[in-house]
């Protein structure tokens, strides 16, 4: 098992920039794909991000490619969500998730996840 703890978040101006962290708990934090999801108030969960193991394959929405970057440390047990050019439309409550081995835009196949991190972006 793993355990995920977001942190990061906050209030930000629209062009503004912010980095979420997401600490993972266990000894084989290296054998899990990690994803970065969002939810705002009254929308379904929706797919951010996601990096192998490795950190050699990394995918984004569309909605943010260009504008987010994810990275992962894994003799730290860290992944990260570099935020640019911030819009309001990614308020959101953000978190990340794991799964073992091979990564997934889909929530429902993310077996792990973290309490959130609420990211406001105000105009």
């Known amino acids: 098992q793993v355990q995920l703890v977001e942190s990061g978040g906050g209030l930000v101006q629209a062009g503004g920039s912010l980095r979420l962290s997401c600490a993972a708990s266990g000894r084989t934090f290296s054998s899990y794909a990690m994803g970065w999801f969002r939810q705002a108030p009254g929308k379904e969960r929706e797919f951010v991000g996601t990096i192998s193991v490795s950190g050699g394959r990394i995918y984004y929405a569309d909605s943010v490619k260009d504008r987010f970057t994810i990275s992962r440390d894994n003799a730290k047990n860290m992944v990260y969500l570099q935020m640019n050019s911030l819009k309001p439309e990614d308020t959101a409550v953000y978190y990340c998730?794991?799964?073992?081995?091979?990564?997934?835009?889909?929530?429902?196949?993310?077996?792990?996840w973290g309490q959130g991190t609420q990211v406001t972006v105000s105009s």
């Open positions: 998730a794991a799964r073992p081995l091979v990564i997934a835009t889909d929530a429902p196949r993310y077996a792990y």
